[in-house]
């Protein structure tokens, strides 16, 4: 029987494959409260390697990915 992993095997999948997805996704996740009460895998929840496949496949891309767009230029460096 095979695992069903959310983080590869849903999310990923679905992105890959759809002919509309694999061009606009984003993907965004609430902050965790407690191991209660949590949207992203936290340390030691079984869905932490399904997770680490889906960050470490080449289609995605986190924040520390982009290129810094958003940084404040310093006085020398403003145009007259």
């Known amino acids: 029987m095979k695992v069903f992993l959310f983080f590869t095997d849903v999310l990923l999948e679905s ?3 759809d002919t509309l ?3 606009y996704a984003y993907t965004s996740v609430w902050r965790n409260t407690s191991t209660e009460h949590f ?3 936290y340390p030691e929840h079984s869905s932490v390697p399904d997770f680490l496949d889906y960050y470490d496949d080449p289609y995605t891309y986190f924040e520390q990915d982009l290129p810094e ?3 404040l230029l310093e006085a020398d460096d403003i145009p007259p």
């Open 21 to 23: 997805l694999n061009h």
């Open 69 to 71: 767009i958003y940084q």
């Open 15 to 17: 992105f890959k494959t």
């Open 39 to 41: 949207y992203a895998p």
